[in-house]
C-alpha cells in the first residue's frame, strides 16, 4: 500500500503502544524469519485491512443512499403506495 494512502488511513506519526494478541505459534515463527520487523509488518496488514473495510462501508452506503434517492423519485412521480390507504 503507498504512504499516501496509509496516511489517509490512519496518522503514521501516532505513538505506538504495546497490545496483547493470541496468534498461532508456528506462523508467528514463519514470520519472524520472512521479516526483520514482524510489528510493522502486521502494522501495514492492519493498515490494508482498515482501509478494505472503510472502502466497503462507503460503497455500502454509497449504494442505500442511490437506492433512497430512486425510490423516492418513483414515489414523486407515481404516488406512495401508502398514500392509497393512509387514512391522515
Known sequence: MPSAAR???????????????????DLVE?????????????????ADFVLRQKRLRDEEAESLRRAAEAAKAF???????????STL
Open 7 to 25: 496516511k489517509a488511513v490512519y496518522d503514521t506519526r501516532a505513538r505506538k503502544r504495546p497490545v496483547n494478541l493470541t496468534l498461532n505459534e
Open 30 to 46: 514463519k514470520a519472524r524469519r520472512l521479516t526483520d520487523n514482524l510489528s510493522a509488518e502486521v502494522e501495514l496488514l492492519l
Open 75 to 85: 414515489g414523486e412521480r407515481y404516488g406512495w403506495f401508502a398514500d392509497e390507504f
